[in-house]
């Protein structure tokens, strides 16, 4: 069975850029979590929907970063203008129910010049 | 502020030896805790995780210990292996929620 997929692998852009991030999960998992991996916070939770409903978004940076669940196999992760200091994995995870452990994709990784 | 905490960036330990992996956390509601582990360029992967209501869960060479009073969990790995080099997150459950600390990068070597 296919895990989580992201897109791209790799982004490279260039400040001011919007950057679209792209998950599909596994099928018949109904929680998504979008999470950002940097040096300083590790995993950092930015957004989790359930039933492509968003519960909390707390951990989102700022205004410049969007997330949508449009059905219950997409969603995306929007950043728009993206700056050098969105660098970072960007990593989607999926995961049957409200509890238990997640399955992660293999991350995109953004580097914004 | 840091929920979750992973005090120790890394470790370093011989082959055949014990492997601690240490986590604190502040939210008292926390009642599920999970381990990760992770290799570059690959997303983090499930290891062992333990509910609130017990303090020791065992798969193989992999033991968590939880300490509530405390607020504290450990992953101990023995004997030790070159292939669990990695980089380990551990992770703490809440209404659905899941908060990971800084991660520590274990280094096994030969």
């Known amino acids: 069975d296919a895990g989580v997929i992201q897109s791209p692998r790799h982004e490279v852009t260039e400040m001011g850029q919007e950057v679209t991030l792209r998950c599909k999960p596994i099928?018949?998992?109904?929680?998504l979590f979008w999470y950002r991996q940097t040096m300083m916070r590790g995993l950092e939770l930015l957004i989790y929907?359930?039933?492509?409903?968003?519960?909390?978004d707390s951990g989102m940076p700022e205004d410049r970063f969007s997330a949508k669940m449009p059905n219950a196999s997409f969603s995306t992760l929007k950043i728009q203008p993206s700056e050098p200091r969105d660098s970072a994995v960007y990593f989607c995870?999926?995961?049957?129910?409200?509890?238990?452990?997640?399955?992660f994709g293999e991350g995109s990784r953004l580097t914004v010049l | 502020d840091q929920q979750v905490k992973q005090n120790s960036p890394s470790l370093s330990v011989q082959e055949g030896r014990i492997s601690i992996l240490n986590c604190d956390y502040t939210?008292?509601?926390?009642?599920?805790f999970l381990w990760y582990k992770k290799y570059p360029a690959e997303g983090p992967t499930f290891l062992i995780s333990?509910?609130?209501?017990?303090d020791k869960n065992e798969d193989g060479r992999f033991t968590v210990f939880l300490n509530k009073s405390a607020k504290h969990l450990s992953l101990h790995i023995v004997p030790s292996q070159p292939g669990d080099s990695a980089v380990y997150f551990c992770?703490?459950?809440?209404?659905?929620?899941?908060?990971f600390g800084q991660g520590t990068e274990l280094s096994v070597k030969p």
């Open positions: 333990i509910s609130s209501i017990k």
């Open positions: 099928s018949g998992h109904n929680s």
């Open positions: 995870a999926s995961r049957a129910g409200w509890a238990g452990e997640l399955f």
């Open positions: 992770a703490a459950s809440a209404r659905g929620k899941l908060i």
């Open positions: 939210n008292s509601m926390f009642d599920y």
């Open positions: 929907f359930n039933n492509n409903v968003p519960i909390d």
